[in-house]
């Protein structure tokens, strides 16, 4: 919880979902079934979604998480799972997330047990690829369609500022370099 005091998250509830998805991260390859999807959600923007994924990132694999646009299309969901399937990634961090959360191929990933079905590119031809990724979201007043909101961990932060990237009163003023400082107590804490 030392990590994300600084957030402030709607109940305290929602200080559960980072710590959920970083044991969920370091878990995953004894998981042989699905794990949630985890929704980083904010009334605005500037009160520190994407600073979370870093942190639970960083905590979970050594680095920051690198950073993917929410596919325009479920075909190109497709593509992009697909391709992060290939790589083998631990840790997905879809940013900004713009339009409803859901579709078949994100309710596919969201569900896999161990592995994923994607047709491969230009063939009619189906690639069985394991499937080890924990899947985060951040975006501003997420909406979802189909399934997906009850395949989500939502932790949602509200900002009382009306600028609230200028808050500066937090315990850790810079907190990707004390994670990454600490991280080997925060790992072995997980």
């Keep these: ?18 710590i959920a998805a970083i044991l969920s991260v370091i878990g995953r390859p004894y998981i042989c079934g699905p794990i949630p999807g985890f929704v980083f959600d ?4 500037g009160t520190g979604k994407t600073l979370q994924t870093d942190a639970i990132s960083i905590i979970a694999t050594g680095r ?26 631990p840790l997905i961090s879809i940013d ?3 339009r ?4 078949e191929n994100l309710d596919r990933v969201i569900t896999a047990r161990d592995e994923v079905d994607f047709r491969k590119l230009g063939k009619t031809e189906i690639l069985t690829m394991p499937w080890r990724a924990a899947v985060m979201f951040t975006g501003v007043n997420v909406t979802y369609f189909g399934q997906m909101a009850r395949r989500t961990l939502v932790a ?19 907190l990707i370099s004390w994670v990454t400082e600490n991280r080997v107590r925060l790992a072995i804490a997980a």
Aim: proline share 9%; aromatic share 10%.
């Design 42 to 45: 904010a009334s605005a923007g």
């Design 100 to 103: 409803p959360l859901g579709g």
């Design 64 to 89: 920051p998480a690198s950073r993917k646009a929410y596919p325009a299309t479920d075909e190109e969901a497709e593509k992009v799972f697909a391709a992060y399937a290939l790589r083998g990634s």
């Design 156 to 174: 949602r932060i509200e900002s009382l500022l009306e600028r609230p990237q200028d808050r500066d009163d937090f315990s850790h003023p810079q």
């Design 1 to 18: 919880l030392e990590v994300f005091a600084d957030f402030p998250y709607v109940n305290l509830e929602q200080t559960a979902v980072p």
């Design 96 to 98: 900004d997330v713009k």
